[in-house]
């Protein structure tokens, strides 16, 4: 069932942080990565977003670790207070909307495909010398794809006609730097809202509108 949470506004914030535990373990790894870059020599800061980005040397050495980690850092730690704003209102809303397993499931596919995508597109940029050989190594880590993804399938969460605003906004703030000299990181966002946007199946809407099923736990 929908976790319920506390009419007292003091217990309302640990309530929360329960109702969408993924969403909040995954902000408390970013936020102690963040601290470790921030303090970090810039010898150490370089070699920690190398090592765990996922571009394509490391995704040709060390595949697994690549797409795992790199969905842990920022590149910039100042910027930490922005993903958890964003965080908490959009991948927490997802979470506790879809249920922990299938916002997961959403959110990790879409990092999977969107990195593995834009690093081919990066790779056949450089086999046709649109692109450095130097790129096989950029610093490609963060968390947007699985935000871009999130952010997708809430569209189906909201009434119309705020559904269709909020596509428009949606649509606009990531279709236009493709119109607009695209990077592959660009492409990667557009791969994750798709990703979102066809998740559609997984959403509670789904089984509430399929005759004769009973409605689903979430």
Known sequence: MRPVLPAHPLDRVPAWVRSAPGTHIWLLIIGITSLVVAGATEGLEHFLLHRTSSNIDELNEHPVSALLLSGFWIENPASFLLYAVMFELVHANVER???????????????????????????LAIKGHRLPRSMTHVVDIGVSY????????LTYRLPPPWRYLYLAALLSFFGI????????????????????FVAWPLTPEVHRATPGRPPRDH
Request: charged share 5%; hydrophobic share 60%.
């Open 177 to 196: 730097p493709l119109l607009t000299g695209a990077t592959f990181t660009d492409f990667g966002h557009a791969i994750a809202l798709t990703l979102g």
């Open 146 to 153: 699985g935000l871009a993804a999130a952010a997708g399938v």
């Open 97 to 123: 909307w879809l249920g922990t397993w299938r916002w997961l499931l959403t959110v990790g596919l879409a990092h999977i495909a969107a990195t593995l995508v834009s690093q081919e597109l990066v790779l």
